[in-house]
């Protein structure tokens, strides 16, 4: 009786501990999901900052030229100028933050100090990621204008491909964050167009004048 009563709490203690094991795996995963979420929400927003920036200047450009050399230039130069940007805030920014962690971490002197380290944010990682997810969004209104020479068609496919990439990475950036899906893409659309349309007449408003020249 004794042998069978001992069978069964060795066979208890197994279960609880497979089930803690369970339950750990679980955590781990919420954990990775919600560290990937946050990256992948950064992601986004850097690609809406490189769509709506570039095309912004495009259509500025755009406002007081004809010539579509101008208008793609324009956008080439603000895709590689916004990129760097990107890049050294990102890494100004997260070094700044990792520097902060591994200070208090020295003044409490915490144990495995190295392996802590590790888990920090990459200043380098952050830089890289930021600069290639603002020129993923460039490309969109430089891609849209490439190909057309008529100057009102050109205004027309950008506006209208920016749009698209709005809507978008409005619902995907809601989505993400867990945000009502077409509020947030609507938002993000009408915010968009704003600014290129505010863009459009400031500028057009300065080459009217003759400010410029």
């Known amino acids: ?3 069978i009563t001992n069978i069964q709490e060795l066979a208890k203690n197994d279960i609880e501990k497979q089930s803690m094991q369970v339950d750990q795996n679980l955590e781990v995963e919420i954990v990775d999901y ?3 979420a946050q990256w992948l929400r950064a992601a986004v927003l850097g690609a809406n900052d490189g769509l709506l920036s570039t095309s912004s200047l495009m259509m500025g450009i755009g406002a007081i030229n004809l ?3 101008s208008m793609i230039l324009t956008g080439i130069a603000g895709l590689v100028a916004g990129a760097c940007s990107m890049a050294v805030g990102e890494f100004v920014s997260v ?3 990792y520097d902060i962690e591994v200070s208090q971490m020295k003044r409490e002197n915490v144990t495995e100090l190295e392996g802590k380290k590790k888990k920090l944010p ?3 990682q952050a830089a890289g990621a930021s600069s ?4 993923i969004g460039a490309i969109v209104p430089l891609l849209a204008a490439v190909f057309v020479k008529d100057y ?9 491909a920016v749009s698209l990439a709005l809507l978008g990475f409005g619902g995907l950036g809601a989505y993400l964050g867990k945000a009502p899906l077409l509020k947030s893409s609507l ?4 915010g968009g167009w704003l600014a290129m349309g505010i863009t459009f007449g400031v500028t057009k408003l300065v080459g009217v004048t003759g400010l410029y020249g």
């Open 67 to 69: 010539d579509a050399k």
């Open 122 to 124: 990459s200043p380098l």
């Open 187 to 190: 938002r993000v659309l009408i």
């Open 1 to 3: 009786m004794a042998s």
């Open 152 to 160: 009102h068609v050109r205004l027309g496919v950008v506006v209208g």
């Open 132 to 135: 290639f997810a603002f020129a």
């Open 95 to 97: 070094y700044s933050q």
């Open 34 to 36: 919600s560290k990937r």
